[in-house]
């Protein structure tokens, strides 16, 4: 499950534009949000019920075409 977080800052009076940069990133740092994204760089979904479905087709296929071609020795 994704979590949003909305992170947002606006100027404050007559701050300057790298005290607001500043304070966002400590905002973000405090967040979590770059920790999270870094461990699920490389997860990979789990494969969906279609595409297990189609997969196990493929190999009945093949594996009947194999045990056929073994019958008529064509393969050994």
């Known amino acids: 499950m994704k979590k949003t977080v909305i992170i947002e800052d606006k100027r404050q009076g007559n701050?300057?534009?790298a005290n607001l940069l500043r304070r966002f990133s400590r905002r973000v740092k405090d967040s979590n949000?770059?920790?999270e994204v870094?461990?699920?760089?490389?997860?990979s979904r789990k494969p969906s019920s279609l595409v297990i479905k189609k997969s196990a087709l493929r190999r009945i296929t093949?594996?009947?075409e194999i045990t056929?071609?073994?019958k008529l020795g064509k393969i050994g």
Request: a positive charge.
């Open 15 to 17: 701050e300057s534009s």
């Open 38 to 43: 870094r461990n699920n760089r490389y997860v």
């Open 62 to 64: 093949k594996q009947a």
């Open 33 to 35: 949000i770059v920790r």
């Open 68 to 70: 056929k071609l073994k």
